[in-house]
């Protein structure tokens, strides 16, 4: 379950930059960065000497498990980094996956350890670390420790001893002249800057661990190649879960349809051959009766073959195909396909059966009086949007079939994006690749499933 979006800040600017010394975040930040110090000493020594200890010994084969013990305690440590950045500084960075060694063995998994390229990107994290973090805690803390010495400076001039015969502390001084800070325009202005260093302390802390951020997805997270292997991998299952879905429905429909009705129409041919020659008239009666099952079975067989792929979409495209669906909604639908080439057959096949799915949503739930389905390409993607006026209030959540729909595109790599207020209009858009090849998402291909929030909305604006 996604964590929960955080809630918009209704305080006005100067409200925030006020406040934003006394904030939470500030303070877990600044937390942040204070624990994150001795501990990046601590693991930067560490890995330090058992690199070039195993670098070292390497030649002697010692070295070998001498790194594999440093990587392991790398991956360990990294566990920690994440749960210390998802704490303190809200970012959130999935799990690594667990190193599998093809032989259970020490010799096994020491090999797939040094063959790791997510171990090795947590021990570069600890090299780099260091450094970075010794810099920014040092800024940060000498920042706004100046900045509250010099707001709070009046309340320092009450511990100046007072037979210093000054009323002011000592800012420089030679044997020639000394300088103190003692008039009231000093004071104002030392209290000015404090207070201006103070409130200023927040952002600087807030852009430092925005640095610590980055390190952590980049370094602590599962590689790209790894998220891709996991979301195929997802995709495979909802792929061989939908297929056989799909031949359960074939199979039930066989059965209960066309099946059950060629099982009577051979019992009604049976009775009618016997009949024939003692009741030529009884005899013709289930001929024709055995004649209107066959037309009803074709009927059925017609339909399920058009359910598993429509002749007319392989022959005509998907203008002809869309049309026909259309023809059979209950309600009017007005259909636009502009497109000068026909994309691949299974996106072609996904499109259709996507519009086919949506128009029976809306001639079941939406109430609608009218609709309309358009077809274009955008940007090297092939879009469906099929629009409704009716009651509104369609969801990807809640086990909804729209959301099975959002797993059969986001299979091939494509989007389902809905706009459906309480009352309605309702727009629907499905995003899919042109072509039917698996790889990288397409850039601006946007989120696996979403809402549609107003920008591109409308072909005119998407296109």
Known sequence: M???????????????????PVSGRFWRELLYLVVSLPLSIAV????MVMFWLGAGLLVTFVGVPVLALLLASARGLAHVERGLARGLLGTRVPRTRPVRARRNSALGRMGALLKSGESWRNLLFTFLHFPWTAFATTL???????GLIMLTYPLWMWFVPSEVGRNGIQIYGDTHRTEYLEAPWELALTCATGLLVTLLVPWLVRGLTAVDGMLVRGLLGPSRLASRVDELESDRGVVVDTAAADLRRIERDLHDGAQARLVALAMDLGIAKEKLLEDPEAGARLVASAHGEVKTALQELRDLARGIHPAV??????????????ARCTVPVSVEVDLEERPAEA???????????????ISKHSGARTAAVEVWRADGRLLVQVRDDGTGGASLHGGTGLAGLSDRLDAVDGVLLVDSPPGGPTTITAELPWTARTGTRAAGAGTRAGTWTGAGAHRSAAS
């Open 313 to 326: 979409l392989t022959d005509r495209g998907l203008d002809a195909a869309l049309s026909s669906v259309a």
């Open 2 to 20: 996604p964590p929960p979006a955080p809630r918009p800040d209704a305080r006005s600017p100067l409200a925030r930059a006020l406040l934003a």
């Open 347 to 361: 996106v072609e096949g996904i499109a259709y059966f996507t519009v086919s799915e949506l128009l029976q949503n």
């Open 140 to 146: 940060a803390l000498a920042l706004w420790g100046s």
């Open 44 to 47: 930067f020594c560490w890995s």
